[in-house]
Every structure is written in C-alpha cells, then in structure tokens.
C-alpha cells in the first residue's frame, strides 16, 4: 500500500510543480518521477527489511541476502536510469520484466502470511492479493505508458 500511496503523492505533486513552474502538467515527466521515487523507496525497503525479504524467496535460491541487496540495487539504479535518454526505453523495458518476474514471490509471502518488515508470519495473508495483483499491474502499465512506449 506504502509505495502505492508514493507513486501516486509523487505524481501529483511532480504534475502540480509542472503547473506552476511551466504553466502546464507534463504527464510524462511527472510518471517517470513517480516511479523513480516508488522504486528509491521500495530499494530502501531492502535494506530496512532484508530478514523479512529472505523470507520471501524459495528455498531452492541461493545467496537471498545477496539477492535482496542485489535487487534493492537495480531497483535504486533503474530509478536513475529511467533519466537516461540513452537507457531510459531499456530501463523501461527490463523494469517490465522485473515487475513480471517478482510477483510470483510476493504471492507466495502472502500465501505463507509473511510480514517482510518484521520477519514474522502474521501478515495479511492472501486476502491481500486482492490489492498486490492489481498494484503490480499497475506498475507494468505505468511503466509501459510513462517509459517505453
């Protein structure tokens, strides 16, 4: 819900600045911003909640601490790349992939009830996967409309 609220605080307020910096809203620009600041927030989550996080991958991956970080990293460089003329469509691109890829494990953190911020297993459960799906589609079509296409 937290970086739900972020993309969506931020796009207003980009769109807002816009307005009365340039006189009018840039969409564009401002969902980009959006999602950089999602993405920054949701990179520091990594390292807030890296127990919680390992919690989230199977068993069968190895090194998950390294991975969280890993992943906390891209996110925090897609962030910046998405400002990159050169790398913004790519960073778009692999951001759509990315957001594809980690939805699996959130369906399984919330199947297994886990709580990533305290590292416990009295989270939601999967009555939340009525808010995740949608929001991870979300994230694809805003990444697709706002950076790749």
């Not at 980009?14 to 600041?37: E, F, H, R």
């Not at 390292?47 to 991958?57: C, D, H, N, Q």
């Not at 297994?112 to 589609?137: C, M, V």
């Amino acid at each position: 819900m937290k970086p739900l609220f972020v993309l969506i605080v931020v796009f207003v307020i980009s769109n807002l600045g816009a307005l009365l910096l340039k006189g009018t809203v840039d969409y564009c620009l401002s969902g980009k911003i959006a999602l950089a600041v999602m993405l920054l927030f949701t990179s520091l989550g990594h390292v807030l909640y890296t127990k919680g996080m390992t919690l989230m991958l199977p068993e069968f991956i190895p090194f998950k601490k390294e991975m969280i970080y890993a992943t906390g990293l891209l996110e925090a460089l897609a962030a910046i790349g998405l400002f990159v003329p050169q790398v913004s469509r790519m960073t778009g691109i692999l951001l759509f992939v990315f957001f594809l890829l980690i939805l699996p494990t959130n369906i399984r953190a919330n199947l297994k009830h886990l709580n990533y911020e305290t590292a416990t297993f009295d989270g939601p459960g999967p009555n939340y996967l009525w808010f995740r799906i949608p929001f991870q589609i979300l994230l694809i079509a805003w990444t697709y409309y706002f950076v790749i296409r």
